[in-house]
């Protein structure tokens, strides 16, 4: 099953239909790092990553989980030469830390975006993860309520996709 992304900031699963945040910029064919856009295209759904220390369970899935540590990072340096992939902070180049006290990261999916193979500059850390309360914008990434995200975790696969619809 896929989670179908409208440009309106809205989500689709199944018969559900429910609210999101999108990139600061907007969608858009043809992301670069930094630009606060959120890619378009389907990326299938490769894995969850989740703070075990917030006191909520692992999400019930089918997809491989992992608990997030304290040293977890993700590169996004394009120069770098894990650029788009996990690493442990800290980092000798540029990377986002995937603790973070703002709980949008409780819960994480990672996205088959720019990871086969990685482009440096095409963009990275596009995730599906938790929205603000007010659902401000992300960076690129797609955000779903907590409630919501557990949802489409609990029903997903390896083959299910975040589809994001350029307009």
């Known amino acids: ?23 600061r910029a907007g969608i858009r064919v043809g992301k670069t790092e930094g630009d606060g856009t959120t890619p378009a295209g ?46 442990t902070l800290p980092y000798r180049a540029r990377a986002e830390p995937l603790w973070r006290a703002d709980r949008l990261y409780d819960l994480v999916v990672v996205l088959g975006y ?26 690129g990434c797609v955000a779903l309520a907590p409630d919501d995200l557990r949802r489409v975790l609990a029903e997903a696969d390896a083959a299910s996709r975040v589809v994001v619809n350029p307009g």
């Open 1 to 23: 099953m896929d989670l179908i992304v409208e440009p309106a900031a809205w989500a689709r699963w199944d018969a559900r239909r429910m609210r999101c945040a999108l990139g």
């Open 42 to 87: 389907a990326f299938v759904m490769r894995r969850a990553l989740y703070r075990a220390d917030r006191g909520a369970p692992p999400p019930t899935t089918r997809l491989p989980v992992t608990p997030i540590v304290a040293a977890d990072g993700w590169c996004d340096d394009p120069a770098a030469a894990a650029y788009n992939r996990p690493v």
């Open 114 to 139: 720019n990871d086969d193979p990685v482009i440096a500059g095409a963009g990275s850390a596009i995730f599906l993860h938790v929205a603000s309360p007010d659902y401000a914008p992300t960076e």
